[in-house]
């Protein structure tokens, strides 16, 4: 039950391959999230937006701690997080621009995608945090398996208000399911502040009402983040029960595309986004320890910008949906999900 | 038509150990939905139950007495009062390959977890082609002076949400044969039992293990060619009664009893009507948007050149389910109320 | 007849203050609402607003933009995620005399708060007699790109909950009117609003404080004799642009709004059904058990005797609304689909 | 926000006459749950029964520490609070015969009653713990209208593992609305033991969530749940906010009526009903500081079975509600509640 902010940690808790990947994952999460947004300014992205940036340090951190094989209960805020658990940029763009090739084949858009079969990540739903207890569900095949196996969910702090929050936390607890409880704290929820939200300090305090770990890291230092979720996934697996993990960082943007936040103090974003950038950070120590070179960093950049722009056109080029298909796969027994899709006719854009 | 008889007693709440059928091998409805349940976990193992007081205690109404000391804690699993949580639980385990069964202690608290329910379970494979395999059971229905918060009938807002299969059973065999499937079935089902029912109707219940009764498919409980009356649970007896008090006065009603309210079996009822060209839609949910709304909508929309008669409805009002005995027995539809119903349109 | 008008773009989610008419007087739906809102909160100091985000915010939609300046936080309270609460707060309140207007971010999330609607909201005063003035609104309705959990049409779920007069309005006028008149209602009211109408559709909207629009009443948009056609919401306008392309081609179509789903008027529906012998039900919400359901169900049951046709019913399938554009076209019922069926009805 | 198991307090922390109405409460309370016991045993009781045997020292405690205009909030099991606020033991028997003379006029039975009008009370709902947001409505209007009353929400243990337990009480702190939580700890949720509803020791500690008070007292010590209540409405009624109260003891018979308890261990019973009986307990307190004598106790006796006595004849002697009434009161316009109900002629077992 320690309620603690951790140091950085100084030491190197992965490979430097992993490490690697961690600044090319920081640095495509950012990425895409400023060009999405350009796009959707230039009304050339359809549907909405929910930035991540600023925050990047909360859902690599915490993602880059599961294996494969564990399963992501994420939000609408969290798409860096599925990046993370390795979802193709293409299908991803596919989605947003209502494509078949699309994880969710067109029928959802923006960031409410998901791979379970791939990657087991769950199709995000809006409702909050609707996915908490569904997490509790898989943990519970987990364990009584005997699948050394975890769950991870993640909701904002402004989800912790609500019911079903603490209905999944307790009865987690109680059956000491192996789930890591992640909120990311990006002191907002829409334009509703911590303070409006909840009663107290800090989320991570309330693990005590469960009775399980409660701990509280600095979204700006992605290495924080991922020992603690190390830590927690580590103990989930070995049959230690469920961890509570509050990240807190800072929304830079709106809650979405249309809002531009005029709530947020101008001082707190110039605050963060000076001192708290978690890519920032991240990349000045990998260059300090000498893990990667200036050149690194550049073409790791490249990597992304052309990964991005190959995303885009696939998802121009994917076609949409066969309008006739509407009303299929409603039903396991209409076979849609598992044949081919139809292929609408043209595109639009490309 | 099936047989059933009608047990002369209250149903009461006192406990019933699973399988305890009658000498001559007659099983009442709540035995039958043991048995279902029972078989299914002794033939599947990733068949598990969870819900509120179903271990030890073997549940409010004593569907699950015994299993806990067969099936283990695993896989007979006591969960807190957390209705949104259950559901949830469901839906993530069969996400992983497990079959959960959740009960709920009445079918009014399905409310209580009505988001998990409608957001999640009935969307979720459309959106993402992950088969969930999650039935929902729970006693539904008035009858039993149980009041506003123990007696309802929230199948219509169920079948309102477009991915779950609703189920609504009427006879022991039927009950049992429609639960085999739907723990078979890789959609969410929801399973309603009607608390009347359970220990006042029994009938010789098929052994076999795999005896399955087909989800969607309704059953014509009584021929008749005067008027059909489609219905389904508790009112099908009633029904069955009226039929037969009918008979003596010379009128011959067809039952037809639904067992599954959604899908809809619309061909076994059109045809009912295309024989009888008169429709008594009868129903045990509120009058408005009740099921009765959806089926002689649906009789309006493509039976119209078969008709003789206006497409009537008998249901409750839009209503709490009230107490006193005397506020119940109006609320309800009852023997004479449909007797009544069928004579005016016969006289049409 | 009302006059409207279809603005060119996009509905977008900019910010308009409250009152910004056109110079011409003209007021957008949400306007009109944003006015009703303003007007209830100067008469009476009972009223009060609650809702996520709807103080220095102003709601996701803008609807209160303004409201927090002028009335402060007592009266324009920025809630939790948390809308079973929203909701219990609200019947408290109201309990103790206030009368609160809460707001959902989108009619979406009503489901998060189904338990605290159905089960207190809708059944309290029938059990209890205590009175309770409760406004719920929010916005609902597809054809915004919105995708399955921003675009539903919740108003069959509610309508069956008994208790909770539900409306619906398609106009600017009508929205003002009927919003003051459930904010005066001593029952609990549900208000949704179509979020795709809310800076489509404008129209001169009355500015007397006291312009009531009567909860319950249904009214004829457009005359006609051939067909009727009953809507509510988005599909009004649908409608109306059907009718104008079938009278280009000989065809009289009657376009009844029903305003409020629940009561329903089923006189002035029928009224109309006994002119044009011929109805077409035409709904946003699913087909199976939505508000068409129980449309067509009345006419058929009460006005058979002058149908010269099937009662036709159009709505979008039982399925999640789906995000791509050639889906959801696919999915809601357009202008082409109204004038097809009611070619086919009046082929009849 | 002190947990701690509060002594019992050895003074008199009210004047004789009130402690005197106290004795006369627990009495009744006991009295009425044993008779209506015995009385659905032999099948003359329609409906159900949920007997709070054992745990009338919490609910007539924290009753006693409201005013008359504050507002009560229960459950199922809390019936002896309502009586405690003052309801008619006439018209609730009314109301289990379900006759036109019951507060709810027959249209719910047992103890899902309450009389808003004249004692403030909420007619129970059944679903758990739905009456807590209520609540926070009912403060809320308190609060913003200057006036000084209270709202008290009681609940079981089992419901605190419910979404809505957590919202309310949530919602309660962040706007410090004048509540006061209650929680009966009978250590069963039907059949369901304290250990698989949450995974903490206390639900008082609870409270540390919330940034609230939480206190934790012994239920078979009637003194000490008032003190602790009457603190928390104090507290709340001079602005402090909401408080969590955890009153502990044991639900004595089954969840309902028809429920044996067979699940309940023998000891622990019989370990409550000797030495953890609020009603002897009290009484003996009572007779050893010279307050009554043993007189006065058979006095109150007396009166105790002959008002239940007129009860039971008064609820024979009412008549049902008129069937032709039963679509009447749906709306307030119908005019059912402002007007005399119909009665629907004669009764039954009179
Ligand atoms: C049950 C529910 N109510 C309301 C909403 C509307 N909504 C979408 S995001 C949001 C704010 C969420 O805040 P937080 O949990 O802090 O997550 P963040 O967006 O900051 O990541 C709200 C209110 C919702 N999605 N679900
Ligand atoms: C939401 C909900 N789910 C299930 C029930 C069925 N139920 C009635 S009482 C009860 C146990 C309640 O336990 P607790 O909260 O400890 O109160 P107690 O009965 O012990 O006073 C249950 C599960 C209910 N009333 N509400
Ligand atoms: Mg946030
Ligand atoms: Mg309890």
Redesign the pocket.
Known sequence: MTTELRQTDQGRPLPDDRLKHVLYLLRLCRYFDERMEALYRQGRLPGAI?S?RG?EGTHVGVASALEPDDSLFP????LSAQLTKGLDLNRVMAQYWGRIDGYLRGRDGNSHVGDWFGHRTFAVI?????AYPVACGAALAYKRRGDKRVAMAI????????G?WHEAINTSSIHRLPVVWV????????S?PNTL?FGVPTIAERAAAYGIPGVRVDGANVLEVYAAAKEAVDRARSDGGPTLIESVSL?WRG??GHDPAKYMPRELLEDHMANKDPVKNFETWMLAEGIVTAGDVEEIQKRVEGEFEAGFEFAQSSPYPEPGDVTKGLWVEDGYWTSEPGRGGGTEAS | MAKAQVEAGAAGHGAEPRGKRTEAGEATYLIAIAEALWEEMERDERVYMLGEDIGAYGGAFKVTEGFIERFGDGRVMDTPIAEETIVGMAVGSAMEGMRPVAEFQYADFMSSGF?EITTVLARYHYRSGVPLPVVLRGPSGGGVRASSFHSINPEPWFAHAGGIKVICPAFPSDAKGLLKSAIRDDNPCMFLEHKWIYRRIKEIVPEEPDFLVPIGKADVKREGSDVSIITYGAMVHKALEAAENLAQRGMSAEVVDLRTVYPLDEDTVLRSIEKTSRALVLSESYRFLGIGAEVAATIAEKAFEHLDAPVERLSPPNIPVPFSPTLEDAFLPGVSDIEAAVERLSAW
């Open positions: 929910y991540g925050q939000t609408h805020r969290d809006s409702h909050l945090p609707i909701c904002g702090d402004g989800s912790t208000s609500n079903r909120v990311n704290n990006n002191q907002y929820a829409y509703t939200e929304r809650h979405a | 988001d």
